[in-house]
């Protein structure tokens, strides 16, 4: 019998070293995946128990621009046609763009949320003033950041050109 318990933990111990050994290899690529995609975070703080992690990707597909915006939080989720506002530093006019929404991951008690949203190139410009609030149409409640200086906003006017340039170039 003991020999029998002795075989059963050295698979238990194997077993678990090839999960952490999986783990780890998930864990690289996921940090190499993210370097690769152009991205912009911040996590915004509540009095209640409502944290959520926000992060904007900048991406250029088929000569197209477009912003991906993930959330990351416990009950936040986009409605069924999310809405983006935008409002920019020296500039008078806020940026309204209707997006789509994609399908919610849900790891570990927490949702992923994810919308994309299109722009035009001329859009893309705007950033480059920098982003002073942001509005996400979400649930239960709207996600709103405001910026004193801007955290954001040339940093993806910076990553659209870099993407755009990866778009052109074959």
């Given at each position: 019998?003991?020999?029998?318990?002795?075989?059963?933990?050295k698979r238990v111990v194997c077993l678990l070293r090839h999960k952490r050994g999986w783990m780890v290899a998930l864990l690289l690529l996921s940090a190499l995946f993210q370097v690769q995609c152009h991205s912009v975070s911040y996590?915004?703080?509540?009095?209640?128990?409502?944290?959520?992690?926000?992060?904007?990707?900048?991406?250029?597909?088929?000569?197209?621009?477009?912003?991906?915006?993930?959330?990351?939080?416990?009950?936040?989720?986009?409605?069924?046609?999310?809405?983006?506002?935008?409002?920019?530093?020296?500039?008078?006019?806020?940026?309204?763009?209707?997006?789509?929404?994609?399908?919610?991951?849900?790891?570990?008690?927490?949702?992923?949320?994810?919308?994309?949203?299109?722009?035009?190139?001329?859009?893309?410009?705007?950033?480059?003033?920098?982003?002073?609030?942001?509005?996400?149409?979400?649930?239960?409640?709207?996600?709103?950041?405001?910026?004193?200086?801007?955290?954001?906003?040339?940093?993806?006017?910076?990553?659209?050109?870099?993407?755009?340039?990866?778009?052109?170039?074959?």
């Amino acid at each position: 019998m003991v020999v029998c318990e002795e075989i059963v933990n050295k698979r238990v111990v194997c077993l678990l070293r090839h999960k952490r050994g999986w783990m780890v290899a998930l864990l690289l690529l996921s940090a190499l995946f993210q370097v690769q995609c152009h991205s912009v975070s911040y996590t915004q703080r509540t009095f209640s128990k409502e944290d959520a992690n926000v992060r904007y990707y900048a991406i250029w597909q088929e000569g197209k621009p477009s912003l991906l915006v993930v959330v990351a939080s416990e009950n936040l989720v986009f409605d069924e046609r999310p809405v983006l506002h935008l409002r920019f530093f020296n500039v008078d006019e806020p940026l309204r763009i209707e997006g789509e929404q994609l399908p919610i991951k849900v790891v570990e008690n927490q949702s992923k949320a994810s919308a994309k949203f299109p722009l035009t190139e001329a859009q893309v410009q705007l950033f480059a003033n920098g982003v002073s609030k942001v509005r996400l149409s979400t649930l239960p409640f709207t996600h709103e950041r405001v910026f004193g200086h801007d955290r954001m906003g040339k940093q993806l006017f910076r990553l659209f050109q870099e993407a755009k340039t990866s778009d052109t170039d074959f």
